[in-house]
């Protein structure tokens, strides 16, 4: 694939996993009813997020740009990991306030 169609792959993916995040946010601290729902479309989006930039990781030519890109995809996922875990323990809980915390810092 040429580097365009893996960046139009990334930015697209990039975006539902943006709002995604808001949504997750909102619904761990008041809305348990729909976490299940917004974690299941976060990892149907974030996997081919991750997928295409390992596509346009290959197509580049400067290691260093490479490790830079991997570095920043490395650092979404384990921050999604934590936000995700964070959100199953504040469980759309509202008076959970110690968990909120933590989910507004991921």
Not at 12 to 18: L, N, R, V
Not at 19 to 45: H, M
Not at 52 to 65: F, P
Not at 67 to 89: A, N
Request: with cysteine; aromatic share 6%; hydrophobic share 35%.
């Amino acid at each position: 694939k040429s580097l365009q169609v893996c960046q139009e792959q990334i930015s697209s993916s990039s975006h539902f996993i943006t709002e995604l995040i808001v949504d997750i946010r909102q619904s761990s601290k008041r809305d348990a009813e729909r976490i299940g729902s917004y974690v299941t479309q976060f990892v149907t989006y974030i996997e081919p997020f991750i997928q295409h930039t390992i596509n346009y990781v290959s197509c580049m030519k400067h290691t260093r740009e490479k490790c830079l890109i991997l570095e920043q995809v490395k650092s979404i996922v384990e921050t999604s990991l934590q936000l995700i875990l964070s959100t199953k323990e504040s469980a759309g809980n509202i008076k959970n306030l110690q968990w909120h915390k933590i989910i507004d810092n991921n």
